[in-house]
């Protein structure tokens, strides 16, 4: 049992080497949902924030940034990724996605596979993402094993927490994975569960049955903290039916700490989401028929969940994931342009950045320590040359646990490489 | 959903230019059009067989004359008018200026604070070949079974009931779109270009008079499909040389018939694949090349010139900022992605600032879409690719930016002539966007094709919804 405690308590590592900062005269995005605060400070110290609002004072010994009326605001959380863990998708030796002829699957840990040194890391901190929660793709099984939740900072050491929660398929995939279909999958499920409840009766007694097992010892083991409650099982799930099914399993074991993950048609089943407390990290423009469990697939989906009281992060969930996190800003002002449209359901502003910010962070359980600048939180903060939803807005400045960020990119090597695209006096290759 | 023919597993992964002078570079003048006997009249000429054998029954639907006033425009070929007007009437554009009179009885629409365009023409999509939902009996869009396909065309495959035309529509503002058989093969087929507008058979969407395409892919594709088979090509040199050996069958194919045409006498055998490849050596069909890296391109371009036939467009040109000059040189245009990056790795060079690179070195530039959720937001990718260029120091006015979206595409299918701008006569395809199009916030408020009003945001009715979505959860929802 001492075993079992130690890998399910909450690890957070510290930051390599934290820094103090104030940002004053800035135009204040909390995160949290509320109203941007004209003329606002934000007080980093040692990597944490200390304090952020209008009042504030900055203390002495610690250096300042005026940021000119310019927008700061926390740095962006992507809501579902691949970040980190693939280079190019194509190129199977740099995917570590997934691992389709592994014996392991819920115990596969994807945090010592994060390599901080992949390309969309720098990419997407240079266009404001702080934080990443970096999902396993699943193969093999429902179960795709644990996901971590990383920065984007340039440094060694990008694990924020490891072993953050496990991911599930279900519908389709999870069907398809199961064997051909949502019982299977739902079978498969309960029987993992029943055997992670033996293996954490007697960890010593559990039976090895080898190549025979449905669940092997280490994956038994991984399941503990997800039947305990300890740790988030985020689902992939579209089709209203299939959510009400997932939900139901709570009757059986109601430690569970659901997330779904997707959720195309949740904006049909929203009330029964809040009233079981099921957070949601969604896709936030799906609205094309592409299978037949989103056959209700809208872009008010959000808006809909939102405002029947389901707490919706974004994500990028089978879109890009491994690099394009960046796009949620504008997923989010999408969101905001709903507003608009007769008939449809959007996001007001501050709750549109808080789909992008805290929203995925509460869902998973880590709102206290990412997603918005709210005293205690780590010092991720991002100051922004325009509106941050908006397409023509760039990133000036960008700090994670209060350490100010190079913002350069392989990308900007090579325009600056073609920015005239004949050869000079010597080939381009001499151009650097 | 990009580049289809990913692996199925990246597939799920992925689930995707003032200025006459500018312009000069691109492809529709025809100037590289070779020289051909056909058109010599001869006791042959006419007697082959129909160019034409599944016309298009498209009819514009009706319109009433509308004139829209203190309206921002761009009118698609980099002209801009603040407060301004439009008129268009009977399917076709009018009149433009700074005010326009009402005609008696037209619909007048007060513009203010919001944009009035072109409509979308989207150069590169698979609406309807690879439609929602996406399952493998829909699945439409590569033969892959052979290299060289040349004999398929992509309007034998186009569902019209694709739900993700409407989105296009009401959300993207897309008025006329290219569909192009997938990109496993190296000749993969013919191209259709439709309006985007529903009907019962793919005929009746089918864009009057546009030229056909031929879809040529260079790359990964092609080797990875093939090279997994055990069979050529499985290299970038076995593409080439699977290319050229079927070039040069085209052209023999070519020469009896224009032998037959001109001479008469014992009728050649037709060859489905090799009447497309002829089409394209005569110049009546319009190479449109999937080719991401720099230098596949450049070899590409010689390779036309060796066959003499020219490339219209490079589709996916990841890397066309590498070799502007050169693509400015040849007359071909290049249709990019705004962000699409590192996905595989002929992609891996992608920089956001191609489009701008492209325009300020002369080429001829324009966004597309390739994917069902991109075609919705084709004007947001712009404005990114735009201000992506601003930063980097490349100054690019918004209503030349415009050029990206609807005249260069329509140049590089050949039916500049017909829409694409809003140049009186040319047909209404007309977008009304409720602000900036190029801010996140905005939305389009209205759309006309050929002057019909077929979508508006403040009318449920007005509201296509497809034969599969009917009677489904959320039918005629807002999607």
């Known amino acids: 049992m001492k075993r079992l405690l130690l890998l399910s308590a909450a690890f957070l590592a510290a930051p390599a080497a934290a820094q103090s900062v104030a940002i004053t005269n800035a135009r204040l995005v909390i995160g949290d949902g509320s109203a941007p605060i004209e003329g606002g400070t934000v007080i980093v110290r040692d990597g944490r924030v200390v304090a952020a609002g209008k009042a504030v004072a900055v203390p002495a010994g610690i250096a300042t940034v005026d940021a000119g009326g310019r927008w700061v605001t926390p740095g962006i959380v992507a809501g579902f990724t691949r970040m980190g863990i693939v280079e190019v998708d194509g190129v199977d030796e740099t995917n570590d996605a997934g691992a389709r002829t592994s014996p392991f699957h819920a115990a596969i840990d994807i945090a010592p596979a994060v390599n901080p040194a992949t390309s969309s890391i720098p990419l997407n901190r240079a266009e404001g993402v702080t934080r990443a929660i970096v999902a396993p793709d699943n193969a093999g099984s429902i179960f795709a094993g644990q996901g971590a939740v990383i920065d984007l900072g340039a440094d060694r050491s990008p694990i924020t927490k490891a072993r953050a929660f496990q991911f599930m398929e279900y519908g389709e995939g999870g069907a398809r994975a199961a064997g051909g279909s949502r019982p299977a999958a739902l079978i498969a499920f309960r029987n993992a569960i029943a055997q992670a409840r033996d293996y954490a009766r007697d960890p010593a007694h559990y039976a090895d049955q080898g190549k025979d097992a449905l669940l092997t010892r280490a994956d038994a083991e991984a399941l503990v903290p997800v039947v305990n409650g300890r740790m988030p099982l985020l689902v992939h799930v579209e089709r209203a039916a299939d959510m009400l099914a997932l939900i139901e399993l709570k009757r059986d074991f109601p430690a569970l700490k659901l997330v779904f993950v997707g959720a195309g048609e949740g904006w049909m089943v929203a009330r029964e989401l809040a009233a079981a407390h099921v957070p949601v990290i969604a896709s936030a423009l799906a609205d094309l028929p592409e299978s037949f469990d989103q056959l209700g697939a809208t872009q008010s989906n959000v808006g809909r969940m939102k405002a029947a009281g389901v707490l919706v992060g974004i994500g990028t969930i089978n879109d890009d994931e491994a690099r394009q996190a960046r796009r949620e800003k504008q997923y989010a002002g999408n969101l905001v342009a709903l507003t608009k449209l007769p008939g449809a359901t959007g996001l007001d502003w501050n709750a549109a950045f808080a789909a992008i910010t805290s929203a995925p962070a509460e869902a998973i359980g880590l709102g206290d320590e990412i997603g918005s600048l709210k005293a205690g939180r780590r010092g991720d903060v991002v100051i922004w040359d325009g509106d941050p939803l908006e397409l023509g807005t760039a990133v000036a400045a960008v700090y994670i646990d209060g350490i100010k960020q190079p913002l350069r990119t392989r990308q900007d090597a090579l325009r600056e490489r073609y920015m005239v695209p004949q050869e000079g006096a010597l080939p381009k290759a001499y151009e650097r | ?479």
């Not at chain 2, 496993?184 to 008079?209: D, H």
């Open chain 2, 1 to 479: 959903m990009a580049d289809r023919i990913l692996p199925a597993r990246l597939r799920a992964l992925l689930g995707a230019a003032a200025i006459t002078a500018l312009l000069a570079g691109c492809a529709s003048d025809g100037g590289a059009k070779p020289a051909t006997a056909s058109s010599k009249a001869g006791p042959g000429a006419g007697k082959g067989f129909t160019h034409d054998p599944y016309p298009s029954t498209y009819k514009p639907y009706p319109g009433v004359p509308t004139l829209v006033t203190h309206v921002t425009i761009f009118d698609g070929e980099g002209g801009r008018i603040d407060n301004g007007a439009v008129l268009f009437a009977d399917g076709k554009i009018v009149e433009l200026g700074q005010s326009v009179a009402a005609p008696a009885g037209a619909t007048v629409i007060d513009g203010t604070g919001k944009t009035l365009t072109p409509g979308i023409i989207d150069i590169h999509s698979h609406l309807g070949d690879y439609p929602s939902p996406g399952v493998q009996a829909n699945s439409d869009g590569n033969e892959a079974t052979g290299p060289i396909t040349a004999d398929v065309w992509a309007e034998h495959s186009v569902w019209p009931q694709d739900p993700g035309f409407s989105r296009a529509l009401v959300n993207g503002g897309v008025t006329t779109l290219q569909i192009l058989p997938g990109s496993a093969n190296l000749m993969g087929g013919r191209s259709v270009v439709i309006k985007n507008v529903y009907a019962r058979t793919e005929q009746g969407m089918k864009f009057p008079g546009a030229p056909y395409g031929l879809k040529m892919a260079c790359g990964e594709n092609p080797k990875r499909v093939y090279g997994s088979k055990g069979r050529e090509p499985s290299t970038r040199m076995g593409n080439i040389a699977v290319d050229r050996q079927t070039w040069a069958r085209a052209a023999e194919y070519k020469r009896k018939w224009d032998k037959y045409e001109k001479d008469g006498g014992e009728i050649p055998g037709r060859d489905i694949a090799m009447d497309t490849l002829a089409g394209v050596l005569s110049g009546e069909i319009l190479v449109q090349n999937h080719c991401y890296r720099a230098d596949e391109m450049a070899i590409v371009m010689d390779m036309a010139k060796e066959f003499g036939y020219h490339v219209s467009a490079f589709h996916h040109a990841v890397e066309a900022y590498k070799i502007a000059d050169l693509l400015k040189e040849n007359g071909t245009c290049a249709a990019v992605w705004a962000d699409w990056w590192g996905f595989k790795m002929e992609s891996y060079d992608a920089i956001g600032e191609n489009l701008a690179l492209l325009q300020k070195n002369g080429a001829c530039a324009m966004i597309h879409s390739d994917d069902a959720n991109g075609i919705q937001r084709l004007n947001q990718e712009v404005a990114k690719a735009l201000a992506a260029g601003r930063h980097a120091g490349i100054d690019i006015s918004d209503a030349v930016a415009w050029e990206w979206l609807t005249y260069n595409p329509a140049k590089a299918l050949g039916i500049a002539d017909k829409t694409g701008s809003l140049k009186p006569g040319k047909m209404a395809d007309v977008v009304l966007w409720n602000g900036n199009p190029f801010s996140v916030y905005t939305r389009p408020e209205k759309v006309w094709i050929d002057g019909a009003l077929l979508y508006d945001a403040n009318d449920p009715k007005r509201r296509p919804v497809s034969d599969f979505e009917l009677g489904q959860p959320g039918a005629g929802d807002t999607k």
